[in-house]
Structures are given as C-alpha cells and as structure tokens.
C-alpha cells in the first residue's frame, strides 16, 4: 500500500548553518519574504526548524558560547508557508488562519537542548541585575523527560511547544511596529520605570541589516537592502502571533492567526522543549532543533468575525490559542507570592512585572535552601513547566503576582516540614558548574545591546 | 457516642450587623488588635465570616448599593485567632503557621454570592476607564455550581477559597507598610503610568479611623484612637498574607505563614465562591459570606528557615501556598494574549499589567461576539475561573500576558468555527440588565475615592 | 431579603433510629411504597440519609456490632420521591429522570464514617476466603480527607457519593427480579463457580419479611405483609439503578433513570465518604450519614429514547451515568495485574471477577511489605479511591484485571526502589487492632447467610 | 558535537516479512530463544516493531485479510534484549526488571493503523455471539489524533501503548502455563459458562509449530522442532507480564517484570496507537507498527521483596506498573452500567464478564441512536480511551460493571437531552461500510479456531 505519513514541507540539516539550509530560513518580519512552500488545508505537514540560535550555541560545557552571541541573528524561521484551500484559492487577507499542532519533538538525534542566561552587557534577562553573567545548563531528553548535568535532582516531562509562530504581516501593521517602537528606543529610560530595575536591557530592537537573513530574497540585491531596513526583528510577540512563548501550546493546540497578506504566510520557529511562564532567563527555555506536523484549516473573513479591532486601523488583530487536552497530570503545586515592591522596599503601583520578580526571588531563595544554587534555581523556573500567575491586580497599591512550581519534577521533598518530621540535614546538591566573572560595576547605557 | 466533626470558633449571624457579631470582627492589621479564640495544632476547627462589605451589598437587583458603598470598612475579618502547641505554648515570632484548610463553603441558607463592578468615583476597578459604573450581578449556588440571571448562558464549578487570610503584622513590618505606602500616595502620579491609565483609581489607602473596626479593642478608648491611626487597611496584599485572592486555595490547600506577633493572631475573610486570575472588578470575585474548616501546625523557627529575608530588615517573609488536589478538570480553554501597548498604541516597555490589560480587553470583545454585553463579560471574566498568566516577561519591548477561558462554562460552544460548520445566527443572550449612567466627562483628580 | 439555599424535602436524626424519623425510611423496592416528599423540575432541594446500617454500627473501636449485624434491615433509604414538572405533572413511566447531584457530605456533627468486613458467617465479602473475620475501621473526616486510627500512615481526599440511587419498579420489573433471582438461589452452587471460590457468601437475598421497613406502609396491615413477600431487596444494583456503588458519582455527577411508576418515586441512601472500585470488602466504602442536594429534570418519553431494550419486555432499562467534574487530580498510580489463574494455579476461561481477585490479592501482598497488616490492606484497598479496570476480555484463556493505586495517599513512599537508593528498615506501621477469632474450620452450607 | 539520542537496538522494516527482518523476531515465549541485542542499564534505547499480524492485515477497504487471517504467528515481537548492569553483570533470576517507557509512536511513513474483528469462526471477539462477521477500520494518524473513514465523526487522541511487553520464562514456569491450559482446553465447555456465551471461541491456544518462529534458533533443526513443541503462544497475559493490554501504559510509565533467566530476555511488540479498556473486538485496539525508547534499570533480588508468591513454586511473580503523568484531560465522561444479567435474561452470580458484555452492548445500543451502525460502535468502543471498571463485585448476585466514554471524541453532543432543548433529527453518520455476509447458523464446536 506504501507509506502514509505527514509531508514534510520544510527540511532543515542542523549541521548546516542557517543560511545554508535547502530552504532558505529567515529572521525577520516583511510581507515580501517570498513563501517557500505551499500546503493545502486539511493536509497534515511537517515542518523542521533549526534552534533559535542556528546551533551558534553547542552542546559543550563552556557559557562562552552564550557570553559572546550574536543575537543579531535570532529567530531563525522556517518558512514563510502559503496556505490555500481545497480549491487552491490562497488564504486572503482579512481571513483568520487556523493551525493545529498535530505533534511535534526533537529532531532524531537531537534529543537534547539548552538554558542560558546571556550576560547582562548581551541580552540580560528578567533577573540581570541579580544574575548578570552568561551562563549555559544542557538539558538531555529521555523520550518526554529532561534532566540536566548541571542541574542535578531534577527530571520533568516537557510540555513541547513552539515559542514562535505567526504570519506575514502587511507594510501597514509593519509601519506601525517600527513606529511606536522607535518611540520607546528615543524616548528611552525617563519614564520607563522597569528598565532602571533591569538596568542593560535593550529598550527595542529596531530593524538592523546586521544579521539579516531573508529567505529567498538575495543578499546583496536593492530588494534586500530596502527589506532588510524595515524587517521587524523577531523578539517581541506582536499582533501577528510571533513569540509568543505560551508555555502549553503543544499537541493538539490550535492557533487562530490574522492573515495580512495574500497566502497567509505561516512562518514558525524557536522550539522548547519545555518553558516557564514568562521565559524568565530570556534564552530560557529548553531551546532545541525540532519538528512540528500541523494541519491548517482558513475561517475566510474570519478576522473580523472574531479577533479585536486594531485602534485607527480596520485591522482585526491578536491571534486566539486553543490549549491542547494532553499535558501532564501534577497533583501537587507550592506557590510563590510576589507583591509590586521591588528589592529596595519601593512601593510600586499595581505593577504586576515588578510583583512577578518579586515571586520568581522568592522562589529562587526558597529553592536554595534545598542545595541549589540561586543562579541554577534562576535556570531551572525559567525552562520547568512552572506557572506565572497574576494573582490580584485592583488592590492597590500591590499587585500580586504568583509563581506555582509542580513538586513532582524534584528527587527530594521540597515542601516545608514541621520539626517532627523534619530529620537530618537537607540533601546537598552537587554544586553546581556556572562560574561567573561578572565584576558587577559596569556603567549603566541606554542600551548596551545594540548590536542585538 | 455523641457527635463528632470540627469546633466552632468563630460563629457568625449574617443577620447581624458586622460589629453586632458575638465575637467582635475586625478590618484592619494590627498587633495589638488582641485575639478572640484560641485552638490548639492538630484540631480541626471551623471560622465562619460575614462577606468583605458585611452584608452592605444586598441580593437585590439594584446597583445602588454598589455605587454609594462605604468602603472605608472593608474587609470585615474573623479573628484573630491564638494557635498553640499540643502543650499550650503559643506560636512565636520566628515560627512558620502552616494553615490546611480541610473544607470550606457558604453558609446554610446563603447560598449565594454577587459580583460588581464599582463606580469609578467609588473604587473603580482595573478597566475602569472602560467600565466606569457601578453594576452587579447576584449568583445563585447549586452545589458546585453558580449561575447568576445577569449573565444567563453561563454555569460554572467554584474554586471557592478564602480571599484573604494572614497574621497580624508586628509594629516594626506595620510601619514598614505605611510609610512606603505614604511614599506613593505622596509622591502620586507623575511616576506611575498604570494610574495614568486606570485614571481615577486610589493610589494607596492610607490607615483612617472611618469605618474603622478593632475587635476587642472598645470604640473612642485612647487605644482604639491610637490603634485606629496606625492599623493598616486590609486592601493589598502584603508580606503577612492578607487580601493575596490566590483564586485556587481551595480544599486541601496549605498555607505557610510568618508569625510577627506571639499566638500568630490568624484573620480570614473575603470568601470567594469563584474568581478569575487578577479578580479585574476589584469587587470581582463571587463575594459571599461563608464557613472555613482549618487545621493548623507550627514550624518552629520556620520564617528563617524556609522563607525570604526582608530587605534591610530581619524578618523574613511572605507566605507560601500549597495548592490541594481537588479541582474541576477543563479540558478545553480559549486563550485570549495580550502584548504591552496599550489601548492608544502606545508601547510600554515590559509592563505585564498593561499586557494583561489588553489580554482582557481582547477576551472582552471576543464574547462581545457571542451575545453577551461587554459589562456582562467584563463581570464573568472577574469571577469565573479563568487563567491569567504572565507568558513571555522578557522579549524587548512587549510584555505578552494571556488570559485562558474554560470553554466549558458556555452553553453554547465560543470556539472560531470555519465557515462550512457555522451556521445560523449566533445566539443572541437576553439583553443584560447592566444599566450604566455614567456621563465619562469626570475630572481626572489625585485621589478622588479618599473615602475608601 | 431573607435566606436562600436548598429546601430540605427529607430530613434525618441520627440519633433516633430508621423507624422512628419524621418521614419514614424504607429498606426495599415496591412501587407501592408511597412518596414522602414532593419535588419540582429546576428545584435544588436536600435530602438526608442515616447510614446503610441505620446506626448499628457505631463507632467504637469493637467489631462486635459488625459480626453480629443484622443484615436483614439494609440499607435504609430516604424516599421516594415524587418528581413533578413546572406545571405539576407527574414523572410518567417511560420518562427518563434526570437527576443532577449539585453537592453532597456528611451531616453537621457526624463526620466520621467506618469500613467494616463481615464475619464469613455473616456477609462475608470479595476475599472472605481469605479473611474470614469481622473487623472494623473507623475514618475520620478533615473536610475532603479521611483519616483512621486503624490504618495509620494513610489520608486521603474522598471522591464522596451516594452508593445507592434509583427508582421504583413497576410490577412487572418486579416480578423479573424475584423469579430470576429465586432461580439462582434455588439452582445454588453446583454450576456457580465463583460461589466456590467465594464459598460462604449468599447466592441471592430473596424478599423477606424480617428487618423490612416499607416508609409510610404501616407495619402490621394486610398492604404490609404483601408487599413485604414481594418487595426487592436493595443489596444488588438492578435495572433502576440501586446500589450501583460507582465511586466517581460525585459533585457535578448527573444520573439518567428510567420511570416505571408515575412521579419516579427517587430513593437514595448509602452513602459513602470514599470507595474502590468494588467496594471489595462490601461493608467496604468509608460508610456514613449524610446529605445530597440535587436537581431534577425530566426527559419525556426518554426511555425509548436513550436506554437499551430490556429482552422479552417493552420495557427500556439501565441508568446512564455523567461523571461530574470536580475530583483529586492524581498523578501518580501503582498498579497490580491478576489473569483468570485462581489461588490454586487452576486456570479459568476469560474470567474477570478471579482475575479481579487476583489483582486485588496481589496488590495486598504487596502492600504488606510495607508495614501494613494484610488484613488493613484489604479494608483500604476496598475504600480508598482505587480503580479497578477490566484490562483484557479476549485473550484466551486468562482475563486480566487491574487494581491502581494512588500512590499519594501514603506518607511513605511504595513504589519498588532499587538498590541504590533504598535505605534503612522500611517502616513498621503500628501493629494494626483487628483482631480474629475465626478458627478456619466452618462447614460449607449452600446460604449459611440466609438471615441477610 | 555530534549527535545525541536513543541508540536503535532492534530495527524493522515494515516493507519486510517478519521472517526477513534483519534481526530475527519471535512469536512465541520460551527460555531457549536467544538474545538478539544487548543493553546497560540507564542507556536510553530505542526499539523497533512490527504490528501483531507482521503486516498480514494491510490498510486497503476490504476485511477479506482478516476473515482469512493466519492467527497461527501472531504477536511478531522484537527481542528478546539482554539486560546488563553497570559493571556488564547481567539481570539474573529473581531480579526484577524496571523498564521506563520513555517515549514510542508510529514510525515515521507508517502513521495508519487498523481495528478489526474477527469472524466467529476465526477467532471471534468478546461481543462475537453478536458481531460475527470479520470487518475492518483503518485509522490515520494526525500527530496525536486518530480518525477513520470507516466510523465518521470520531477523532480522538490516542494512549499509545505497546500491548505486550515481557520477559522470558523460565522452563519451570513455561511448564506450568502449559499444563494448566492444557486442562482447560481439554475439559471444555462443560464447566465453563462464560464459553457458552461467547460461542465459538477457541479455549486455549496451545504450543504448535505451525506459523512459530523462534528468532535466532534455525528453523529446521531439532533445537527449533523441540522449542516450537514447548514454547507458549502470545495471546493470554501471564506472570511474565505479556499481552496485557493495559491502555495507560504510554510515556512516562515504568514496569517491574520478574527476571527468570539471565540476561531478563526482555520482549514487546503489539503496538496501540489507542486502546479502549478490554479490546474487546480482539484485534481491537488500533493495532500499529511503532517504535518504542526505553529506559532500564535492575532491581537485585527484587522478585522476593516486591512481587507476589506464586502458589507451590518458590517464584514471586505479576509485573507491577507505574503510569505516567501524561495524559489526555477528558473532563466529560458518559458511564454505561452492565450487571450479570446475561442477554437471555438469566441470572449470573457476581460474574463481572458478563457485568462488562451487558455494559458494553448498552453503550453500543446507546450510540446507536446517534447515528452510528451496531458494528461502528462495538469497533470504536474496543479503541478509543473508554473505561472499563469494575464498579461493584460484593453485592449478591450481581456484579455491577461500568464502561465509561470521553464524551469529546464525538463531533456532536451524546448526553440525554431535555425535550426543550432537543431541536431537529440526530445527525445521520456516513452509513459504515461494514459489510457482513455470516450466515448466523454455525454449528457449536468445541474449538473452531484450532489453527489459531
């Protein structure tokens, strides 16, 4: 009867670089990326991805790797994917693009992905001013578990998901990403409170030619020079979907996409293998090379019956997620509060990303009492399949904010015990291996990371 | 063999005034506020409360009561209660309060509950500039279930829980409060862009003798006058516990308490049959009186041991929950994202509230689509169980919070449908009955609900 | 506004016994038992429920009042009850009643309950080959766990439910029961396997006079004798439901049962704070009094509609069951496989109730490696919330059941461990108090338990 | 760096004959059987099978492959696989064998599979008395999710699952196993009631030659003649673990197996994408190729610690499993009730085969009127994630079974509906394409399948 099977639409080799790939990838947002293969709806695809990096970050036991990164480059993309119906009419703008994610995992032997923290003058993430060195953990699969060398006494099924996926967008949503976030990267530091907390971190990420990758359009031509200078970059999740990082959007999840332009073009990437809520490391997943099989279904005109106006424009926007019925089963969570008072005692006002980090310290002091070091909690909230939570957000002036961490994925007891039970010292971890040369006075820039 | 089942420690007559209770109630923190039981580790007990206004808000049909609400007397508390050891010796500071609630519920013959939304004049809530008046909506109990006639269409299992539960604070963290709470009600808005956005919302809500209630301490002694001036308001969470509305600390829960004051004086309140991640009305849960049934332990020297160092302080703090094992299995939920620019398209950087903000709004609009009112769904997504998280919190400049809805609690199925399933008119719900006279040209003014 | 909750239709005191409560109980099925209560379609309404014994057994720490039980008296039912619709019409035969339990718990002050083994003499149960005595454990209530001085080093969250729901039967449905029932008791042992394996245990228990409680029939009257002679037994769930003893009908659970007598005539009773599936040990659920707030609808015509064609009758029989959603999440099972080899080695033919047994056998075994007498093994294993699968049913000759246990209601843990990691004496449970007089020596008579 | 995942210790090629595979498989239990690869306890290793039938059942529309199905050869299994510790000590006898499933699935090209049942006069199934004739579904594969042409408006995620893992016996327990079914098999029908009802199916299957194959050992040769004449079929789950058919065995879960020769001798094969509890059609999960990663580990001396004492023999024996975490939620189920009352309405006595036939043919009657053929539902009842449990098995006389159903496999809504909201006829399916020319006159033999 021969095979049955997916069709695999986009192939990747992960021992050739990004740009050597059989299909070109591409890292950047631009209605005229040209697509680079068409399915029909109803057919069950598959798409390779290359990791987030383009494997510029290995598998060794050195953070060297992450200290020097040239994020410039990240996300490589798979894709742009036009989708048409069963007649071949492509999908139009207007329409609301359907994706289910049938299955996906790791690529055959490459089980394995990583954590890592960048240093706080490269990337930084949520906690760079208490953790700013760059620093890596290598997470091994065993089929739907990870466990890490580097974190020792953990082992959790991952809730597999791609951290980015989304569409084309148009040149008219395009102009108004470039626009509002050069505000924010001219504007600057004065009134956004939150990067004095985080001190290094880049304001925006503008369009830069550096490290620009395209797909089918040829470096070098006017074409590519005039994309590359308006090609949103791929970090923050827009109203196109992109990277969105929801930590449970895996089998059997759907996706409900706007389509901007003619054919949708479906482009996704960045795959975890497992992720905290909010991705609290910044390369804080279990970012890894992967694969999905997808299934695509067009709801024609769909963005106007279903997604939300878009202020001056006639858009409709912001995709709708499906969460899938499969995950793992934990029976038992400890929780962790944060109020929106920040490490000083300063009273913030109902703000629920200083109440966040509030919650994340807490639970990564709380984790050092059981023989992990502060910086290997850090890496282990960011990639386990811990849930953020805003908890209270009216009653002012705090804000509350949770973080729930599934006791099931530690070889040891961690909830607290009273005396009785209590007996003997608490397990010691194997100290951990991330050394950190970071000499903590480095001047404060508007934005160190430029070359992002 | 006589009866058997937890004592009664705190009773409650629902028909009586909040300070004509038998044991007297209390609504603010304070450690000299002294404690009206005492029950002994492993007994298992049962605290009854009023509901947070103290029965101010009536099951009737009119919002009036909800628009002219005194809040100056909110959250009516029962306590405080003295835990000892199995040889009488009280909990001292420096221990650790592990508080199980065993069961809990509304009282017989009060099966019921209401959720509104406040004037933006009187209290507001977290979309206030969409939703400045005052409305509410009653929810009737069977069993597991609420439906309330406001809302029709919906029906759904409570989560129900304690919206507040703590300890009494020490003067040294009591005054640690109120001066960094003075510093924002001070130094006001120009700082602060939430408030911008919330325009009309109380920056902080300072200790005040109106509506004030101490429990035992006599009204118009020189104690009650000087205790008055310094107890805290019971609206923010804090680093006893207090007002943290962790919608799942249900059944089998546990609670991991600092102890400040000696006997640990244990208050609860605020009984909540439902809420929703955030409780965005701010009166936003299924507000009802109720019963608590808790067992307690004592960790000794527990706060040093398990719990986070305060700043410049000694005490270590903030409490940690054990979420139980009973809850309602959803096996389908919509996710609605939001990104953090606000509604003008502004771009704020990182900021979760207003990613939230947006998140809510999104899901707002959407069952807008589905028959019911944007008040009707403001008011469901306040207090029904749904998700908030916080799911990317690094990715320059765009915070991305999501919003999940159990699919379940609709009579009729809310997911996108193609086009060849969708058929015939959407239904169209009753007309809500949410009536709003708000003329939306009020003043925007530092703190006009200085009452509260 | 004055109260609001659940009108309570059928009361209980628990201090007085089955024949002396305000509304008469009964202990059988006849349709000319007449209704004690009336109810409406839409209405939440209560019903109280002494325990299955009416209180004979108490709770003392002797077994005395389990051994020498009269079995002739249950279980004692609250009922019937007459279901109207809005307009006061009957429930008509044919009509399908659909009865939703909203909520359901132990009575106020009586929140203990009690698992007991009857003497081989006397009842018997599932392994009463095995352990032929009567024993008994008493459970204590913390809200949703359960505790037991008898079986220490266990807890656990209660899936509560009415063991024992249905309607009244018609005459005709009647008469099917007793005729093929008396069949089996008269036809007795010879080609009745599993009676061997069983041994002591009644066949059948046909109407009888003794112990027969008929609600407002008044004992001593002609009507009493007759329907005394011809009124089922409640022990076996039947074609009206009954003593279905499904562990899961809880919170949220809505039961379809079909309508032979017109107003349905509802009775329930039994029930049970927790049970395995089985109900092994049958006085084997954690026995109790207590309450169901319920709901009704009805289904016109529904038997035909839904249920399945009752042989030679016209009759449409078999309740359907919706599990409710509200339960304990566990995540992790152990679970023990029996295949149709009896203790003997002799193998049976596709044979799920030995291969049941089997599995159940096996799993004490293997509990009593872990400090647990086998004989606490088997009362917990018989009212924990267990499940009990039929694995294979087509695999010539060996049926293969399974018994999976939660592993979280132990303090220790039971999984099998490798060398490495097992240290130390397991733990010695406390010497278990059941204590056994049986000699092992007892005739093997046809219906030893004729008096049940 | 190279690559990293699981090492393929047993591949197959499913273009190939199981006779032709590149390392031998086997079809039968027996000690002589040699190892055909070695692995170390902690390797992750990935293992490779055929499905049951070898590739003799082939996905076109037509059942004539299984009416005429050779049953002589199945299960083809992959291995046997030797086990080694750290230090290359293999597992020895009273070992115990813990193996992990870490992952498994279809191979890649082969995402179909098949449900069928067989003719009555070869092989039959548990319902063959009422479905007598051999049909076929195929089912494809969308990741995760399950649909087939043959039963429309189903889909469902699978628990895939290999239906048969074990290790080989030892002579002395190879003797037993084949003593005691020798028994039945020749002392027939007589005393075995349940064969009565299930009519034509073959008691045992007893060693043969015909259709055996025996991995390395030379077909031909006196070794291979006086193995076949001893080595036990496949069919029946035994001590040894085997075909149990437990549906939850997917990732994440871990089985102890008794080790009776050295090495352990480990096998598996009869892959599930899905399996209802039971398989009651036979062939009647969805019966696949697929590849299976393990994980194993040794457990010295665990035999005597952890397992059960078989009768006279000084083994302990039965696997024991753990489940995993993975699972899909199903918040919905719909729960059928079978008690052992059979067809012909006579009384059984607390038989709980016949309890779970009446179950099963309720729920088939049940579904009938939504659409779907007799046949569809008995099909999709033996493969999709329905429950099979023994609810009550202490009640005289009758046992009490459960079959519950997800009621979110189906694309329309299956509960009782009240008549108000009842609008409009049922939906119609696809008439099925199961065609049946059984004449329905066999003559009763003893052992029709005697080639099986």
């Known amino acids: 009867m021969g095979s049955w099977g997916p069709r695999t639409v986009v192939p990747v080799d992960v021992r050739k670089k990004p740009w050597e790939q059989e299909l070109p990838l591409h890292n950047r947002w631009h209605p005229d990326i040209p697509a680079v293969a068409e399915v029909r709806v109803g057919e069950l695809f598959r798409v ?25 480059g990240v996300h490589y993309l798979s894709g742009p994917i036009k989708v048409v119906d069963r007649d071949g009419i492509p999908a139009k703008p207007g329409d609301l693009l359907a994706v289910e994610i049938c299955n996906l995992g790791p690529l055959p032997g490459n089980e394995w992905g990583l954590t890592a923290t960048f240093d706080r003058e490269n990337g930084g993430g949520f906690l760079t001013d208490h953790f700013p060195c760059a620093t890596k953990a290598i997470w091994y699969f065993e089929g739907i578990y990870a466990y890490s060398p580097q974190i020792p006494g953990v082992r959790f099924p991952g809730i597999t998901h791609p951290g980015l996926i989304g569409t084309a967008p148009s040149m008219e949503l395009l102009n108004i990403w470039n626009e509002r976030e050069r505000h924010v990267e001219e504007n600057g530091l004065q009134s956004y409170k939150l990067c004095e907390v985080l001190h290094m971190r880049p304001l925006a990420n503008l369009p830069s030619a550096k490290g620009c990758l395209l797909g089918k359009i040829q470096e070098g031509t006017p074409e590519w020079e005039k994309t590359a200078r308006e090609a949103a970059r791929t970090l923050p999740g827009r109203e196109n979907g992109g990277n969105c990082d929801i930590k449970n959007l895996s089998r059997g999840s759907k996706i409900y996409l706007p389509v901007f332009v003619e054919g949708a073009n479906l482009s996704t990437g960045d795959m975890h293998f497992s992720q905290g809520d909010g991705e609290i490391a910044f390369c804080g997943a279990i970012e890894m090379s992967g694969f999905l099989e997808l299934k695509c279904d067009i709801i024609r005109g769909g963005m106007k019956e279903y997604l939300t106006p878009m202020g001056p424009t006639s858009l ?5 997620f499906e969460i899938g019925p499969v995950e793992p089963r934990f029976s038992e969570w400890l ?7 920040d490490e000083s005692g ?24 059981f023989g992990y070091s502060k910086q290997q909690a850090y890496i282990l909230l960011s990639c386990c399949p811990c849930e953020g939570r805003i908890s209270g957000i009216v009653d002012s002036p705090n804000a509350l904010a949770t973080l729930a961490i599934p006791t099931a994925i530690f070889d040891q007891d961690i909830r607290p015990k009273t005396s009785q039970i209590r007996a003997g010292p ?6 951990d291996v991330f050394k ?14 430029a070359a992002m």
Request: glycine share 4%; net charge negative.
């Open 436 to 449: 950190c040369s970071y000499d903590g006075n480095l001047p404060i820039t508007k934005n160190p990371a």
């Open 316 to 320: 409709h926007v912001n995709p709708i």
């Open 426 to 431: 608490k397990l010691v971890r194997k100290p």
């Open 48 to 72: 390779e991805m290359v990791d987030f990096s383009g494997g510029a970050i290995t598998r060794d036991d050195s953070a060297e790797d992450v200290k020097h990164a040239d994020l410039s």
């Open 335 to 341: 929780v962790f509060e944060g109020i929106s008072v």
């Open 346 to 369: 300063r009273q913030h006002y109902l703000d629920a990303s200083v109440a966040y980090k509030r919650a994340v310290l807490n639970a990564i002091d709380y984790l050092s009492k």
